[in-house]
């Protein structure tokens, strides 16, 4: 098969994206990347990542390419699992201590950093508007963070968030008091459920 061939069923395996890591991991040179890349008009939407003339640019799939350790929290989790439907003004994501926040302040990412353990608690997959899968927190833990959060989340979007989790039907109490009381918010959580159920 030959190498742009090789690269056009990547582009298509991967939603119209190419990342030059896994191209050269493909034993393919960046030379053939360059020549592909001009020869079937992709851009390049950041460092590493190019997408096709075709393609929608996914805002929050590039951001996470380009930075694996990236989980999305907060209103952009909330958004992502559907229980707000406005859409987040700053994209909020989790970090582990000790990681370089200075080029995703610089972007004005809103970013929350956490010891290991709880920042691995609830990491999904969850699907973009666009048919990515990306890195967020699942559903309990993005109520969690909302509620340690409560000041930097709108009143609108703190009722609906919670009246959306309360009646989905495959909410995981069980889960959501667990990840509560690891984050020191079991009362205020069951002051909520109390009032809510």
Known sequence: MSKFKQLDRMAEKNNGYLFTSEVVDAGI???????FVKANKFERAV???????????????????????????????????????????????SVPKGYNTFRLKKKGFIIHTYDIEL??????DVESNYGNLLKAYDKERAICDMVAGRGEVESQVYQTAMKEYVSDSEKKLNVLLTYAE????????????????
Not at 29 to 35: D, F, G, I, N, V
């Open 29 to 35: 040179s960046k030379t053939y990347l360059s020549k």
């Open 182 to 197: 690891k984050m020191g918010l079991r009362d205020e959580i069951m002051k909520y459920l109390e009032v809510m159920l």
């Open 119 to 124: 920042y691995q608690m609830g990491i999904c």
């Open 47 to 93: 460092q590493g990542i190019y997408v096709s003339d075709e393609t929608w640019i996914d805002e929050l799939y590039v951001i996470q390419k380009s930075n694996p350790n990236l989980i999305f929290d907060s209103d952009t989790a909330l958004y992502l699992h559907g229980l707000t439907d406005r859409e987040y003004s700053k994209i909020h994501v």
